[in-house]
């Protein structure tokens, strides 16, 4: 089983980058994690947000590869604890099929993304930076693999 995280936004921050890297590093024998950033769509003045979130949104599907189990990330998603992200990954493996993790754009996903989705993970109640979400989702999944794995990182 692989992972791809599909994010709208290019060019992280290099701490954003460098911790992201890391967190894809440890992950490597778990769950090989690939980053693929997405284009945003044109925003500004004179031009229509639920336009550029569609095209972000066309985009976003199109790097999705064939029959992985897609996961939004969405503030009004499921929360998880570590915990219950290690049994849902545990789930997810049993499953057998890749996964697709997907971080929208400014104004979230478009509604052809959230239809697409076979469900959607809140990171909890605060509103992240979207680059942060990225380093937060990686160590995350780190943490979960780790507590499968029964590697002591992860000390409750």
């Known amino acids: 089983m692989k992972a791809r995280l599909i994010a709208v936004g290019e060019r992280a921050p290099e701490w954003v ?15 090989p994690l690939e980053l693929v950033e997405v284009a945003p769509g044109m925003r500004g003045k004179g031009r229509d947000a639920a336009r550029a979130m569609a095209e972000e949104g066309e985009r976003v599907l199109a790097a999705v590869p064939r029959g992985a189990h897609v996961v939004t990330l969405d503030g009004r ?75 002591p990182y992860h000390r409750a």
């Open 77 to 151: 998603g499921k929360p998880y604890s570590s915990e219950q992200l290690g049994q849902r990954l545990e789930h997810w493996r049993q499953q057998g099929r890749d996964l697709a993790f997907l971080v929208g754009g400014p104004e979230g996903h478009s509604p052809e993304v959230i239809a697409a989705a076979g469900e959607s993970w809140s990171l909890g109640p605060l509103t992240l930076p979207h680059m942060l979400v990225r380093l937060v989702l990686a160590e995350q999944l780190y943490r979960a693999a780790s507590l499968l794995a029964n590697h």
């Open 17 to 31: 980058a460098a911790g992201f890297g890391e967190y894809q590093k440890r992950l490597s024998h778990w769950l």
